[in-house]
């Protein structure tokens, strides 16, 4: 066993050589692993899943996670052992465990690779970010540099020093560049009256993150929609139907029509008024009113022969004679001779 051991200590590769007998050794296993944490890769299965043994070897070498159980490597006090010796560990981790701040912000402060293999969520978290690059802290705290940012780069919002994070130019600067920006917006800010209408002029998309309680607000619908009607889309329900509200939205952008109730896409002054705006609003009405002539021939007006004809028949009868007078007589002068003789 002591050859073994001092063999393996200078190449943990020789390890593959040993017998079973000597594998079998716990105590002389748990010595191997605490000085050379790689000799994990070739012990028996039964060791993967000891604990104690794995995590002496992930304390030694955090790489070695790889070599062990699933379950330990969804252990959290393994994995934590393990990043703080190596970041690049983390890799290794159960999906959970790279979704976890603490595990990740450990692994970070071990190596700043490590980000590649945080969860999608926390690649984007700032204290993860400036875990990474702490050299880049003062840059966030700098307002004139966090402007010029924000109109490059917006996503890079959440990295910004808390001070700024509540700057309205410097978020406006960022939901300008893009809308989504809002989604990072401080809470405070979203639930803010005036900042989200201001908001919503630069780009109405930014107004799908206001707070709910400022989308169930009619007078900030209102306000909203007749800055740009196409602000009705987030709105709740009781405000798409609110015929106020809808009326203000569609006089702004017919389009709006699209996100008002369904009873309001098959009211007709609704839709004349969207098509007022934009004809092809006439796209979002019920099927009843995009199928009406009136109202995409004749924008709800009578048409030019329904004043002479009674109907559509008299209309086709009268202009086949037209067309060949000689062999029929005019619709028209029977019904006058109908209308003497009588």
């Given at each position: ?222 306000r909203a929609v007749e800055r740009e009607g196409l602000t009705l889309q987030p709105a709740s329900e009781e405000v798409k139907g609110d015929r106020e509200v809808v009326l203000r939205a569609v006089d702004t952008s ?89």
């Amino acid at each position: 066993p002591e050859i073994v051991l001092l063999a393996a200590t200078q190449n943990f590769r020789s390890l593959q050589f040993a017998s079973a007998e000597v594998l079998a050794e716990r105590s002389l296993m748990l010595r191997l692993v605490t000085n050379e944490g790689r000799c994990l890769e070739f012990l028996p299965d039964e060791f993967r899943v000891d604990r104690e043994i794995v995590l002496a070897a992930v304390a030694q070498c955090g790489d070695i996670l790889r070599s062990a159980s699933e379950d330990l490597r969804a252990d959290r006090e393994v994995v934590l052992c393990a990043v703080r010796q190596s970041g690049f560990a983390l890799q290794y981790a159960s999906e959970d465990l790279r979704a976890d701040k603490e595990v990740a912000l450990a692994a970070l402060a071990q190596s700043a690779a490590a980000l590649p293999n945080l969860s999608a969520a926390l690649r984007e978290d700032r204290d993860c970010w400036l875990q990474a690059a702490p050299e880049r802290a003062a840059r966030w705290k700098d307002r004139r540099l966090v402007l010029e940012a924000m109109d490059r780069e917006p996503g890079t919002l959440p990295l910004v020093d808390a001070s700024l994070q509540l700057d309205r130019e410097v978020v406006l600067r960022a939901t300008t560049a893009d809308p989504d920006a809002m989604e990072a917006v401080a809470e405070e800010l979203r639930a803010d009256r005036e900042f989200m209408l201001i908001a919503a002029k630069q780009d109405y998309r930014a107004f799908r993150h206001a707070a709910p309680e400022l989308l169930s607000d009619r007078d900030v619908c209102i306000r909203a929609v007749e800055r740009e009607g196409l602000t009705l889309q987030p709105a709740s329900e009781e405000v798409k139907g609110d015929r106020e509200v809808v009326l203000r939205a569609v006089d702004t952008s017919g389009l709006a029509l699209e996100h008002a109730s369904q009873a309001f896409r098959g009211d007709r002054q609704v839709v004349l008024r969207a098509m007022a705006q934009d004809r092809t609003a006439l796209t979002f009405a019920s099927e009843e009113l995009r199928e009406s002539k009136e109202i995409w021939l004749y924008n709800g007006e009578k048409g030019p022969c329904e004043d002479i004809f009674a109907s559509i028949d008299d209309a086709m009868s009268y202009f086949a004679w037209a067309k060949d007078p000689t062999t029929r007589i005019c619709p028209k002068e029977t019904e006058s001779s109908d209308e003497e003789d009588d």
